[in-house]
């Protein structure tokens, strides 16, 4: 289960790097909002988003670890308790990811329309009160 240890340090890395260069951004795109350059505020968080969907750290220490001999080779080795930990974390991620989600977009998505048909039953008795009075 040595894929799974990778899939934890994959999501990990990515998520620390993006929310890392998130709040980076976050302080950047302040300063530039008060200074009129909202423009730029908005390109640099497309790049932002670049990094919260490329590991592009775990990647890097990968090959480091793999080419430069830096760790040996035992940068992303699995204990049996990182093992444990790694095949729950990937089996709640995978739950999350292919069931809850789109169940809840899902739900989302009915609400709309029931609230858009409501609305519109709303809407129409409004203006039919309104006339008749």
Same mark, same amino acid.
């Given at each position: 289960?040595?894929?799974?240890?990778?899939?934890? #340090? $994959?999501?990990?890395? =990515?998520?620390?790097? *993006? @929310?890392?260069?998130?709040?980076?951004?976050?302080? /950047?795109? +302040?300063?530039?909002?008060?200074?009129?350059?909202?423009?730029?505020?908005?390109?640099?968080?497309?790049?932002?988003?670049?990094?919260?969907?490329?590991?592009?750290?775990?990647?890097?220490?990968? #090959? $480091?670890?793999?080419? =430069?001999?830096?760790? *040996? @080779?035992?940068?992303?080795?699995?204990?049996?308790? /990182?093992? +444990?930990?790694?095949?729950?974390?990937?089996?709640?991620?995978?739950?999350?990811?292919?069931?809850?989600?789109?169940?809840?977009?899902?739900?989302?998505?009915?609400?709309?329309?029931?609230?858009?048909?409501?609305?519109?039953?709303?809407?129409?008795?409004?203006?039919?009160?309104?006339?008749?009075?």
């Amino acid at each position: 289960m040595n894929w799974t240890v990778k899939w934890m #340090y $994959m999501i990990l890395m =990515t998520s620390l790097t *993006g @929310g890392a260069f998130t709040l980076i951004w976050y302080g /950047i795109s +302040r300063a530039l909002e008060r200074n009129g350059y909202l423009n730029i505020t908005y390109k640099m968080l497309k790049v932002i988003l670049i990094f919260w969907y490329c590991p592009f750290v775990y990647y890097l220490l990968r #090959y $480091m670890d793999c080419h =430069t001999a830096k760790w *040996g @080779g035992w940068l992303f080795a699995g204990t049996p308790a /990182i093992l +444990r930990f790694s095949k729950v974390f990937t089996a709640v991620w995978l739950f999350r990811q292919t069931i809850v989600i789109p169940v809840q977009e899902y739900s989302e998505e009915q609400l709309q329309i029931v609230l858009k048909h409501e609305l519109a039953i709303n809407t129409d008795n409004l203006y039919s009160n309104i006339v008749n009075k």
